[in-house]
């Protein structure tokens, strides 16, 4: 059985940061592309950030790049988003996703398993 578990999020001021945590179980973590996505009350879910399974290739959705880092570690099961210079466009709840070996560009079709989401909250 896969699970995700996200942890890191919070309420946090305009220009702050946050990282999130999300540790795998129950697959080879180290066989798949893994996502944070978000979603904001009304909206769809969009990716933020991808890493390839290697770690060596990563995307951003244009609106966090510069600002959001993502990072894994294979032997933690573990991927991690870094949020700097948080703004208040940026409050959403985060989820964590395992998605296709193949490619960073990950989307909500080719994702296959889906953390329980936690809540970031950037206050203005």
């Known amino acids: 059985q896969v699970q995700l578990v996200e942890s890191g999020g919070g309420l946090v001021q305009t220009g702050g940061s946050l990282r999130l945590s999300c540790q795998a179980s129950?697959?080879?973590?180290?066989?798949?592309?893994m996502g944070w996505f978000r979603q904001s009350p009304g909206k769809g879910r969009d990716l933020v950030a991808a890493?390839?399974?290697?770690?060596?290739?990563?995307r951003y959705a244009p609106s966090v790049k510069g600002r959001f880092a993502i990072s894994r570690d294979n032997a933690l099961n573990t991927v991690y988003l870094q949020m700097n210079s948080l703004k208040p466009e940026d409050t959403a709840v985060y989820y964590c996703?395992?998605?296709?070996?193949?490619?960073?560009?990950?989307?909500?079709?080719?994702?296959?398993?889906w953390g329980q989401g936690t809540q970031v909250t950037v206050s203005s």
């Open positions: 996703a395992v998605g296709s070996r193949s490619t960073v560009v990950l989307s909500t079709a080719n994702t296959y398993y």
């Open positions: 129950g697959l080879t973590f180290s066989n798949y592309t």
């Open positions: 890493i390839s399974w290697h770690g060596t290739t990563t």
